[in-house]
């Protein structure tokens, strides 16, 4: 079983001041004072007539409003001997909660996308914590199937792991890791079963128990007490609330994840033979497809490569979206114009694009466009015009000729294409 | 003489054919649905209808209005002598005199005809149509030359029997084409079928100055909604598609047509007629459809017969999604056909029996009937765009004088632009005005137009419901659609929460608030200013003066486009035209912003939101868009 | 087309989400949609709950000759009904949505109805590709577009995703003229539901970006930095080839090539 505590390799990220060198350097009158200064922040210099020299603009710091600060104090020098102090949540150890001989479990069955805990699994640990928190003597366990990356998961509040390997729970095996569940529940009768209400399976598996047990589940909680559960209803119309039940599908954001402690993550012993987890056998997951880029519907598409007014090589454009296996998407005016479908018209009157990368070529940003791409993350634009609206907006702006640089990308793409392909034959 | 009794012979048997084709002619008509019309008062108005009203309209071109009083008044006459004069053998010189001057006039005019026809302007049907001209003039040369003898001028037998023979022959080849023709499908049938078609038509007020322009309620229940095959249109309308004369004055002002979109009123008007009468279109001579991409769609592959569905063969959906229902067609017909009728009523099946409303016309509705709104926003929040604009709700007041209907236009951020300026004059002139709020609802306009109109009639009644509760003398509306439902739509539904409540457009009613006095405002220095007429204000209601007043009063002097007034050309964004969004070849708006740059003028001003979103979704740079009452509230003297 | 598969879709009532008004539920419409795509009229269509609801005429409308509806009272389960009935209809496939839009939209129904009658379920379907040899070879959506295979026997669940295709115009011709084949049924109150207090929803409080510093400085500091994000980088002078490269690395770094 692999470790999925984080590495507290303490030695050499404790941080260690130096009082004496920040007293000097306080001390203006201290003898050492302009040596230890100098040697900070390189403020004088000998010049090349022998006279001290300060070059005035290494001494102070850029302040959080992007003003030039002095501190004659130097208290914001810390970080002298060249060490720079990073904060980060490592460095200040969490105090370790234990729970040893739990007498009871909550059982947190998370998505585990990628192998890696969720946003949304670690708030399930956390409103899990909320719940073991009214007992003692809880363990919060946390489920996962298939390949574990998660290097965090004592930060995340995990107390027990279980973890299954195995072909068997590969892609999509409802069957078989609804198995492990019913063993568990065999094993260790949890008081709860928490599953995120999610897409990515949770509620899938969650669902499969709770009709397999014969128990009333809540889905779409968002409020959870150990007595009280408040839940949406009618298509989040309603808040629905009743006895918490044993088995809870939850929504986002239902509690805080973990944040002041650390957990033991050991793993939790289960009888369970993984060659006897056998898959529904009238359920063959035949794989994920590759799906073309285009056909991904626009609303859903990760990475759209959009076109306007600004497109003259309307052949280039499609075969840089195909290079790059981009979803192809399209302001008003290239669509009136005729040379894109309607159904790619990005914007509040075409479709509201969700795409965490939005490469928009030649589109100077109506205000309905802009309206469209509300949600995307990282907006890049490629224009001629360096004060249009999308320029504004975008994270990374290219002011160019679009024709030179989609023939470069394609370039690019295809390059990387080829080394890939490389690769995997010199592997074979 | 031996071939005396031949010319006749000859004209009577033509007389009998053309009989016997006018009852077949007839029967088909009257395979439509019944229609209760006035048998005997339409006859009875039909010869003023036809020389007023009907030539009111050809009075627009002069050349052809005189052209055809001369051509069509002279072969009535020439016709009505003939029978005398050589069929009854009356023996008059005075009627063999008048005969001869009716024929005389009635060269001349074809002498126009032909002049015509020398290099005909491309909406002009050829074929059958360029043989015409030809036909007419024989007609009146070989009537004048059997005349002149019973005039007196030559002598009987003059000729002999070879010229007896010969004009026997011409007779047949003009009497054919005049009296046979006519009855049975000539290009003559527009004599025949148009005078009738004046008679019984399906809007009767239309005739002496009236306006009849609300679309009929579909009954909902039956086996079939709206028109599927031709049999399902009413008799009278089959017959108004028999009174086309090609003459393609519909084809040259259609917005759709222009713009390159597969629609030519003219071509649908015919395919109708080849829908009815069976056959397929192969002889049609005029423009195709436009194919969408710049080219044309070949013509003689459309099949339709009298049970036939319209949309299986004879016409592509397409067509019938391009119409913006701006009625421009309908206004320039010199035959007063009603194209824009026979498109619902077909779009009627499309919607309510296929349910195949194109592109995001199947949301829209889907909206509609959830939302009361097109977009599927929360009803809740119609009233939002008012939060700081303190005017009174019904529900609160129950009465006042002016309801102000707000219109779809509340959840639209510029037009709510409009709704504030509006709301700002209002309250300068200290009307009392009241809104319904979030218990208003769509007017139905878009779920009409898109042959909806289950939905229509649900929202009209509904939308009545709520006003019958509370009591107000006007509705003023900033929304031509609206204004247009509320006037001339909703009074189908037996309701009477309009009984003497006045529907005004804001234009009309500011305009009596300036006139009035109410509001001081001052002159306008902003530079050149054209008006774009609005369909549904212009066409559909007949105003085009309060906006041109509206103007006037603050020192605008209008810079009219080409095409103003009741040939203004539409926006391209009426009938739901831009969700069913047709492919074309040009955008209407694109258009119509040309129409305004050529006038020079740095604004257009609308009298619409519709227009007002078309207008500025011109890319730029293009002249300013302004509604008229962000105009005049720009040029609001300040109270002191 | 597959003619000779007994297909059920089931659909409730839906609610819009702005008006909360009655609607053709968004999912239950795709079954059905997914439904006339496989057997065409063939095609089964079931509603559990009150027979004169004109939603029920929305669903028709799409082009169902005829619908059945098992009548009984809001307030009952429809699970059991449900059981009875298919285990009377032994269909083949069984579609519904993923979650209904009206009462606890708990999304359990296929998961106890495949429990009850023993039969495999598949979540989240975006297509069916084909049914064979009793076999049908289906489509999961799953997040991004992707798309998973998944091969399963005969008889089988399926709850229809958004992803699959979208329900047809309903029509107001055909929904008025379908027949309603209404069956009464023994109905089971469900009593746990009854238990419940329901209010209208409450917006969910937004999370806070809670900063967890120690210092008054590091506070201070947190509470006046700019946002990150706020103008990015801009690339005038460099070549071409720079300019793609470096919007090559952004793709790299954001895994959307890979």
Not at chain 2, 24 to 44: F, H, P, T, Y
Not at chain 3, 131 to 143: N, Y
């Amino acid at each position: 079983m692999s470790n999925f505590s984080s590495n507290d390799d303490a030695l050499h990220s404790v941080f260690r001041r130096d009082l004496r060198t920040e007293w000097i350097a306080r001390n203006r009158l201290h003898p050492l004072h302009d040596s230890v200064v100098s040697a900070q922040q390189g403020g004088e210099v000998r010049g090349p007539t022998g006279l001290l020299r300060k070059n005035p603009h290494v001494i102070g710091f850029i302040g959080p409003n992007g003003l030039k600060r002095i501190d004659r104090a130097n208290g914001s020098f810390v970080a002298i001997g060249g060490k720079k102090r990073v904060p980060s949540a490592k460095d200040s150890q969490r105090p370790l909660h234990l729970v040893e001989n739990p007498e009871g479990y909550i059982m947190v069955v998370g998505d585990m996308i990628g192998g890696r805990l969720t946003s949304h699994d670690k708030d399930i640990l956390g409103l899990a914590h909320q719940l073991a928190a009214e007992k003692s003597k809880v363990a919060v366990v946390l489920v996962c199937f298939g390949e574990n990356k998660e290097t965090q998961c004592d930060l995340a509040g995990v107390d027990r792991v279980i973890h299954l390997e195995g072909n068997v729970f590969e892609g999509f095996a409802p069957e078989a890791g609804l198995s492990v569940l019913q063993q568990i529940e065999t094993s260790y009768q949890p008081m709860h079963w928490l599953f995120p209400d999610s897409v990515h399976g949770g509620s899938d598996l969650g669902s499969r128990l709770a009709a397999r047990l014969g128990e009333r589940p809540a889905t779409q909680a968002w409020q959870v007490t150990s007595e009280k559960t408040i839940s949406r209803g009618a298509s989040g119309s309603q808040d629905i609330s009743r006895t918490t039940p044993r088995i809870l599908m939850l929504m986002e954001e239902c509690a805080n994840a973990v944040e002041d402690t650390r957990h033991e993550a050991l793993p939790l012993a289960l009888e369970f033979d993984v060659s006897m987890a056998e898959g529904d056998h009238r359920l063959i997951d035949q794989g994920q497809i590759d799906v073309d880029s285009n056909a991904v519907p626009l609303a859903e598409a990760e990475f759209i490569l959009s076109a306007g007014n600004g497109i003259h090589n309307w052949d280039q454009f499609h075969s840089a979206a195909a290079a790059l296996r981009a979803t192809e998407g399209a302001s008003r005016v290239a669509v009136d114009d005729g040379f894109m479908p309607r159904s790619r018209q990005v914007g509040a009157s075409g479709t509201w694009v969700t795409a965490r990368v939005y490469l928009a070529v030649g589109i100077s940003g109506a205000i309905q466009h802009m309206q469209g791409i509300g949600q995307c993350d990282k907006v890049v634009a490629i224009n001629t015009d360096a004060g249009c609206d999308m320029v504004k907006r975008a994270d990374l702006a290219v002011i160019a000729d679009s024709e030179a640089i989609l023939a470069e990308l394609t370039r690019l793409a295809q390059q990387r294409e080829l080394s890939k392909e490389e690769e995997e034959s010199d592997a074979a | 003489m031996i071939f005396d009794w031949l010319p006749p012979t000859l004209i009577g048997v033509l007389l009998v054919l053309a009989g016997i084709g006018a009852v077949r002619r007839i029967n088909l008509w009257r395979a439509g649905q019944s229609e209760k019309v006035d048998i005997l008062a339409g006859l009875m108005a039909m010869p003023k209808r036809y020389l007023h009203d009907l030539h009111h309209v050809v009075e627009r071109d002069k050349y052809m209005s005189r052209t055809h009083v001369a051509t069509g008044g002279g072969f009535v006459l020439a016709m009505v002598l003939v029978v005398f004069v050589h069929l009854f053998g009356v023996k008059s010189e005075i009627l063999a005199w008048a005969l001869l001057a009716a024929l005389v006039i009635m060269f001349c005019g074809a002498l126009f005809v032909a002049k015509r026809r020398l290099n005909p302007p491309s909406r002009l049907s050829k074929g059958p149509w360029m043989r015409l001209p030809k036909s007419l003039l024989t007609f009146s040369i070989t009537f004048f030359v059997l005349t002149l003898p019973a005039a007196g001028i030559l002598p009987e037998g003059f000729g002999g029997w070879l010229l007896t023979v010969v004009l026997s022959v011409l007779i047949l080849m003009s009497l054919g084409e005049m009296l046979f023709g006519m009855t049975w499908g000539g290009p003559m049938k527009h004599a025949f079928a148009g005078a009738l078609h004046l008679a019984f038509h399906r809007r009767p007020e239309r005739f002496g100055g009236g306006r009849s322009t609300g679309l009929k309620p579909a009954v909902l229940g039956g086996d079939v909604h709206g028109v599927s095959k031709p049999t399902d249109f009413k008799w009278n309308q089959l017959l108004g598609f028999d009174a086309c004369v090609q003459c393609g004055r519909c084809e040259a002002v259609c917005p759709a047509f222009a713009a390159g979109q597969p629609l030519n009123p003219k071509k649908l008007i015919q395919d109708m007629v080849v829908g009815f009468a069976g056959g397929t279109d192969e002889k049609y001579a005029g423009s195709p459809y436009p194919d969408g991409s710049g080219g044309v769609q070949d013509v003689g592959n459309a099949v339709g017969g009298k049970d036939q569905i319209i949309t299986n063969g004879l016409i592509n959906p397409d067509t019938l999604w391009s119409c913006t229902t701006c009625r421009a067609c309908v206004e320039e017909c010199p035959m007063m056909i009603e194209h824009v009728d026979a498109i619902v009523d077909m779009r009627r099946f499309l919607t309510l029996e296929k349910g195949d409303t194109p592109n995001k016309g199947a949301q829209v509705l889907e909206n509609i009937i959830a939302t009361d709104n097109p977009n599927g926003y929360s009803p809740a929040s119609r009233t939002h765009w008012a939060a700081d604009q303190n005017l009174n709700v019904m529900k609160e007041v129950k009465q006042a004088d002016v309801l102000f209907w707000v219109s779809d236009g509340a959840f639209d951020m510029r037009s709510q632009r409009i709704l504030r300026s509006f709301v700002t004059l209002l309250k300068a002139a200290k009307v009392d005005v009241a809104i319904l709020g979030d218990e208003e609802r769509d007017s139905g306009d878009v779920a009409r137009r898109l042959g909806d109109d289950a939905t229509f009639q649900s929202l009209a009644k509904r939308n009545l419901a709520t006003m019958s509760q509370y009591r107000f003398n006007t509705i003023v509306t900033t929304d031509p659609h609206a204004f247009h439902c509320l006037k001339n739509e909703y009074g189908d539904f037996g309701s009477t929460a309009l009984d003497g409540v006045e529907v005004l457009h804001h234009t009309t009613f500011l305009n009596r608030l300036i006139k009035e006095g109410r509001l001081q405002l001052d002159a306008f220095s902003g530079g050149k200013v054209t008006y774009h007429d609005p369909c549904y204000l212009g066409r559909y209601n007949g105003e085009y003066d309060a906006p041109r007043e509206l103007l006037a009063s603050l020192g605008i002097e209008v810079a009219e486009m080409e095409r103003s007034g009741y040939r203004s050309r539409c926006c391209g964004g009426g009938g739901g035209v831009p969700i069913t969004d047709i492919p074309g070849e040009r955008r209407i708006a694109d258009m119509r912003m040309e129409d305004v740059i050529s006038t020079g003028a740095e604004m257009v001003a609308v009298g619409c939101q519709q227009c007002t979103a078309m207008l500025e979704g011109v890319v730029e740079p293009r002249p300013v868009v302004k509604d008229i009452a962000e105009i005049l509230a720009g040029q609001l003297k300040e109270m002191h | 087309m597959q003619p000779n598969v007994n297909v059920v879709s089931l659909v409730s009532i839906g609610r819009h989400p702005q008006s909360g008004r009655s609607r053709r539920a968004e999912q239950d419409g795709r079954a059905v949609e997914l439904g006339l795509s496989l057997v065409g009229e063939a095609l089964t269509v079931v509603h559990v709950g009150e027979d004169q609801d004109p939603v029920l005429r929305q669903y028709a409308g799409m082009g169902l000759p005829s619908m059945t509806v098992l009548s009984q009272g809001k307030e009952c389960d429809a699970l059991p009904v449900l059981t009875s009935f298919l285990k009377a209809q032994l269909p083949s496939v069984v579609l519904t949505g993923v979650r209904s839009e009206s009462g606890e939209s708990s999304g359990m129904l296929p998961y106890l109805l495949a429990e009850a009658l023993g039969w495999p379920l598949v979540p989240r379907v975006a297509e069916i590709l084909h049914i064979k040899d009793g076999q049908a070879e289906v489509l999961l959506a799953l997040p991004r577009g992707q798309r998973r295979s998944v091969q399963v026997t005969l008889p089988f669940i399926a709850s229809v995703d958004n992803a699959a295709q979208e329900a047809r115009q309903t029509a107001f011709g055909p929904g008025l003229r379908a027949t309603l084949h209404v069956e009464t049924v023994d109905s089971v109150v469900d009593d746990a539901a009854i238990q419940w207090e329901m209010s209208a929803a409450k917006p969910r409080p937004k999370r806070l970006k809670v900063v967890k510093a120690k210092t008054a400085a590091d506070r201070m500091k947190a509470a006046t930095a700019k946002p990150v994000g706020g103008g990015g980088k801009i690339m005038k002078n460099e070549t071409p080839a720079e300019k793609a490269q470096a919007i090559f690395d952004l793709l790299l770094e954001e895994k959307v090539v890979r």
